[in-house]
């Protein structure tokens, strides 16, 4: 029963770049859940998506970010044109339904150089 | 809008002691809150949850109980271990579609 699956689990761009973080979720599960955390902090709410259907975004920047979860294949948060401030762990998680338990994967620490 | 306080930042226990993390929510229709564990560079673990119907839940050394009235929620860790020594966040949710609300953490140091 594999779990929570992230890649890569390390990512570096330089300033100005775009970075691609993947997420596949648990078997079965349909609610994905993108959080951010910076060295030392806690866990910063980013998105909320459901197969197709952003559900909550009010945690993400306006500008550069993006994410999706299409019907078919893994949630994919995007963020063009990076900058040193982005650098972090970015940790995606899936539950079953809304407000259910999450389960996390093993993040992607970005850093940009 | 939404937030959970959650008290102490960090806390220093002798091996065997207990360990009590408290946490405060805002959403009257929170109805879900679970305990997360954070080891150095690992992901957040669930250890245990609790949900509005129930006051009080147990699993072998940790426990959690609930306060609606107050909105508040709190961890228990008995007979401490320093393999019990990491960050651990508590955040609440309710069910139908919104997102969960983290704590800030707090850092539990089992001294030997």
């Known amino acids: 029963n594999a779990g929570v699956m992230q890649n890569p689990r390390h990512l570096v761009r330089r300033r100005g770049q775009e970075a691609r973080l993947r997420c596949s979720p648990m078997?079965?599960?349909?609610?994905v859940y993108w959080y951010r955390q910076l060295p030392e902090e806690g866990l910063k709410f980013m998105v909320y998506l459901q197969k197709e259907n952003i559900i909550d975004e009010s945690g993400m920047p306006k500008e550069r970010f993006s994410a999706e979860f299409p019907k078919e294949g893994p949630s994919i948060l995007r963020i063009q044109q990076v900058v040193r401030g982005d650098s972090a762990a970015y940790f995606c998680?899936?539950?079953?339904?809304?407000?259910?338990?999450?389960?996390f994967g093993p993040g992607t620490r970005l850093t940009v150089t | 809008g939404e937030n959970v306080e959650q008290h102490p930042s960090t806390l220093s226990v002798q091996e065997g002691d207990s360990a009590v993390i408290k946490c405060t929510y805002s959403d009257s229709a929170s109805n879900y809150f679970p305990w997360y564990k954070q080891e150095l560079g690992k992901r957040p673990q669930l250890i245990i949850d609790?949900?509005?119907?129930?006051g009080e839940k147990k699993d072998q050394r940790i426990a959690v109980t609930l306060n609606k009235t107050a909105k508040h929620f709190s961890l228990h860790i008995t007979e401490t271990q320093p393999e019990d020594s990491a960050v651990y966040f508590c955040a609440a949710s309710r069910s139908g579609g919104f997102k969960t609300i983290f704590g800030a953490g707090t850092r539990l140091f089992v001294k030997a």
């Open positions: 998680a899936s539950s079953l339904g809304g407000g259910d338990e999450q389960y």
């Open positions: 078997k079965g599960h349909s609610h």
């Open positions: 609790i949900r509005s119907n129930v």
